[in-house]
T-cell receptor, first 116, second 118 residues
């Protein structure tokens, strides 16, 4: 079974600075997908960024980018120019590529605090 | 699109009562997922449907939990009888089937139902 580990329960960053959230995973599959979801205090789960394991190029979405290291099974999220609205829980998630859709396996989350 | 709709947003009930959570997936999405989020166990999949048919219910904790999807636009998760340990946030998510090689298809989540069983 796949597992996802987020070793940083909490992180803090100053506004306009850059922060990196860590995620590692364990799988025997060679093809899969990885996601970062953001959960603000409203509890809504919001997709931040996605990455296909077969792509070597790291995904980027505006201020959000990932560092995907397939051999190391690492998938970190970098937030540049941090904003107060970035404060939230961030969850890393793994999804097998088997079939068109299958369950997401989530990490335990990292709470990001953004300070002035 | 209105996104995934869940109701109620908050539910407070007493132990032993029946609880029904409702979900309307995004129109055209073929897959529907029910997740539960607790402090102890994090986010975990309970069950998911494909074209209204349950595919994997291995995450359903016990017989007190049941889920149905009578049509493509509606699903329910029922707990009967409810217990305090069922207190959690329950999320519904949906995703479409997309043709083509290796599509990366995210799951789109509803706002969740916060359940408190006293």
């Amino acid at each position: 079974a796949q597992t996802v580990t987020q070793s940083q329960p909490e992180m803090s960053v100053q506004e306009a600075e850059t922060v990196t959230l860590s995620c590692t995973y364990d799988t025997s599959e060679s093809d899969y997908y990885l996601f970062w979801y953001k959960q603000p205090p409203s509890r809504q789960m919001i997709l931040v960024i996605r990455q296909e394991a077969y792509k070597q190029q790291n995904a980027t979405e505006n201020r959000f980018s990932v560092n995907f290291q397939k051999a190391a099974k690492s998938f970190s999220l970098k937030i540049s120019d941090s904003q107060l609205g970035d404060a939230a829980m961030y969850f890393c998630a793994y999804r097998s590529s088997t079939g068109t859709a299958s369950k997401l396996t989530f990490g335990t989350g990292t709470r990001l605090q953004v300070t002035l | 699109d209105a996104g995934v709709i869940q109701s109620p947003r908050h539910e407070v009930t007493e132990m032993g009562q029946e609880v029904t959570l409702r979900c309307k997936p995004i129109s055209g999405h073929d897959y529907l997922f029910w997740y539960r989020q607790t402090m102890m166990r994090g986010l975990e999949l309970l069950i998911y449907f494909n074209n209204n048919v349950p595919i994997d219910d291995s995450g359903m904790p016990e017989d007190r939990f049941s889920a149905k999807m009578p049509n493509a636009s509606f699903s329910t998760l029922k707990i009967q009888p409810s217990e305090p340990r069922d207190s959690a946030v329950y999320f519904c998510a949906s995703t479409p089937w997309v043709a083509g090689p290796k599509p990366v298809i995210p799951q789109y989540f509803g706002p969740g139902t916060r359940l408190l069983v006293l």
